[in-house]
């Protein structure tokens, strides 16, 4: 089954993709897993990828498809996927149905409030990485780390101005895939306000996997 997963930053794609790939032995194929893969395996395509990136812009469409075109390739998609983060735009998405047949895309629906409030709310420790929530997964004790002690920190890409930001350029430039995919019959919406594990039981019910 070939899935693409698309809704808002902070939604919750990742989570409920790893349960779907640990479920039904889904690849879950992220595009920025495969950015970081392709610059550290040094190839062509990711020397390209680290010096669009380096000089602050985003990567072209051409290259991204091309990198996910790789992928999909690979014989572990051979009986399905999970795309996460592909396509972002309506020009990926012509050439995602040209590359490969896709059987759901799925829409993880999520009001802005709610997406400030989980984003917002992110913590991590610097040292570790290890990441907190101030409302679903606190520390033992405010502001600190349970393991090392020190002061977690909130990156600057989850503060509120940013977080608005995010949702603007994916209003722009993502959001109009969902009609895209609607008009093609492949669009599942899914309320993303619920629990992981509600939203994990009404993905798989809406691609009939229940």
Same mark, same amino acid.
């Given at each position: 089954?070939?899935?693409?997963?698309?809704?808002?930053?902070?939604?919750?794609?990742?989570?409920?993709?790893?349960?779907?790939?640990?479920?039904?032995?889904?690849?879950?194929?992220?595009?920025?897993?495969?950015?970081?893969?392709?610059?550290?395996?040094?190839?062509?395509?990711?020397?390209?990828?680290?010096?669009?990136?380096?000089?602050?812009?985003?990567?072209?469409?051409?290259?991204?498809?091309?990198?996910?075109?790789?992928? /999909?390739?690979?014989?572990?998609?051979?009986?399905?996927?999970?795309?996460?983060?592909?396509?972002?735009?309506?020009?990926?998405?012509?050439?995602?149905?040209?590359?490969?047949?896709?059987?759901?895309?799925?829409?993880?629906?999520?009001?802005?409030?709610?997406?400030?409030?989980?984003?917002?709310?992110?913590?991590?420790?610097?040292?570790?990485?290890?990441?907190?929530? /101030?409302?679903?997964?606190?520390?033992?004790?405010?502001?600190?780390?349970?393991?090392?002690?020190?002061?977690?920190?909130?990156?600057?890409?989850?503060?509120?101005?940013?977080?608005?930001?995010?949702?603007?350029?994916?209003?722009?430039?993502?959001?109009?895939?969902?009609?895209?995919?609607?008009?093609?019959?492949?669009?599942?919406?899914?309320?993303?306000?619920?629990?992981?594990?509600?939203?994990?039981?009404?993905?798989?019910?809406?691609?009939?996997?229940?």
């Amino acid at each position: 089954m070939n899935l693409v997963f698309l809704g808002p930053p902070g939604a919750g794609k990742g989570t409920i993709a790893q349960k779907v790939m640990e479920k039904y032995s889904l690849p879950h194929i992220s595009t920025g897993e495969l950015f970081r893969k392709a610059i550290s395996n040094g190839t062509p395509l990711g020397k390209e990828v680290e010096s669009i990136l380096a000089a602050g812009k985003l990567v072209t469409d051409d290259v991204t498809i091309e990198i996910v075109r790789q992928r /999909l390739m690979e014989s572990d998609t051979c009986d399905g996927f999970i795309l996460d983060g592909f396509p972002r735009t309506i020009f990926q998405g012509e050439a995602l149905l040209k590359l490969r047949p896709i059987d759901h895309v799925i829409n993880f629906v999520l009001e802005e409030e709610e997406v400030v409030k989980r984003l917002s709310g992110r913590r991590i420790a610097k040292s570790s990485g290890r990441t907190y929530h /101030l409302i679903y997964n606190p520390p033992q004790l405010e502001g600190i780390d349970d393991e090392t002690g020190e002061p977690l920190v909130q990156r600057d890409d989850d503060k509120e101005e940013a977080i608005l930001q995010r949702l603007k350029v994916y209003e722009q430039q993502t959001a109009p895939l969902i009609e895209f995919f609607r008009e093609r019959s492949l669009l599942r919406d899914v309320d993303a306000k619920y629990s992981p594990d509600r939203v994990f039981k009404d993905v798989v019910r809406a691609i009939g996997l229940e």
